[in-house]
Nanobody, 115 residues
Framework: EVQVAESGGGLVQAGGSLRLSCAAS????????IAWFRQAPGKEREGVSC????????YYADSVKGRFTISRNKANNTVYLQMNNLKPEDTAVYYC????????WGQGTQVTVSS
């Protein structure tokens, strides 16, 4: 059974930082691309960032470009989303998506940015 787990969410003031982590079991994590999505109350889920299996290609939504950094650590099979200069509009549940044809989702981690 594939399980995906996010961690690292929390409450932070505007301008602060958080680092989200995504790990998965039940598959060869290093073979999968990883994407981060987020969903704010009353809004549709949106893509935030992704990284390919090799770690040499990354994508960022315009809304987070220059503030968020995605990376993967092959030694511990974890993908990180470093979020700096957080804004209240970044408040959402953040989901990790593990994809290679099939997609697997985590349960999400809440990020709340206070003004």
């Amino acid at each position: 059974e594939v399980q995906v787990a996010e961690s690292g969410g929390g409450l932070v003031q505007a301008g602060g930082s958080l680092r989200l982590s995504c790990a998965a079991s039940g598959l060869r994590f290093e073979d999968y691309a990883i994407a981060w999505f987020r969903q704010a109350p009353g809004k549709e889920r949106e893509g935030v960032s992704c990284i390919n299996s090799d770690g040499n290609y990354t994508y960022y939504a315009d809304s987070v470009k220059g503030r968020f950094t995605i990376s993967r650590n092959k030694a511990n099979n974890t993908v990180y989303l470093q979020m700096n200069n957080l804004k209240p509009e970044d408040t959402a549940v953040y989901y990790c998506n593990v994809r290679r044809g099939q997609m697997y989702w985590g349960q999400g981690t809440q990020v709340t940015v206070s003004s």
